[in-house]
């Protein structure tokens, strides 16, 4: 029975003797991780799935913060939509 631990993706497996081995394996790890950093779409929907979680708990922990932290919002964003269709008008 081996107690094998799992390699990630974007690492070279240790104990590879072979060259060409080797090179295959560095290659195919590299290439992971530019598939990795170049993915986007896959890092944003990540980032505002960690975002929305923070959110829910942040506000289930903080119910009046969270409240006012959504009024003060949109307070400012109405602000700067007044400012500009003032601007606009004038």
Do not use: Q
Request: without cysteine; hydrophobic residues 45%; charged residues 25%.
């Amino acid at each position: 029975m081996s107690s094998e631990v799992p390699v990630p993706r974007t690492a070279v497996p240790l104990g590879i003797t072979d060259p060409v081995e080797k090179a295959r394996a560095e290659l195919k790890a590299t290439l992971a991780a530019i598939e990795v950093k170049a993915n986007v779409p896959r890092r944003l929907t990540r980032a505002s799935t960690r975002a929305r979680r923070t959110a829910r708990e942040f506000s289930r922990d903080n119910p009046v913060a969270a409240t006012a932290i959504v009024a003060t919002a949109a307070g400012v964003v109405g602000a700067i939509v007044w400012a500009i269709v003032r601007s606009y008008t004038r």
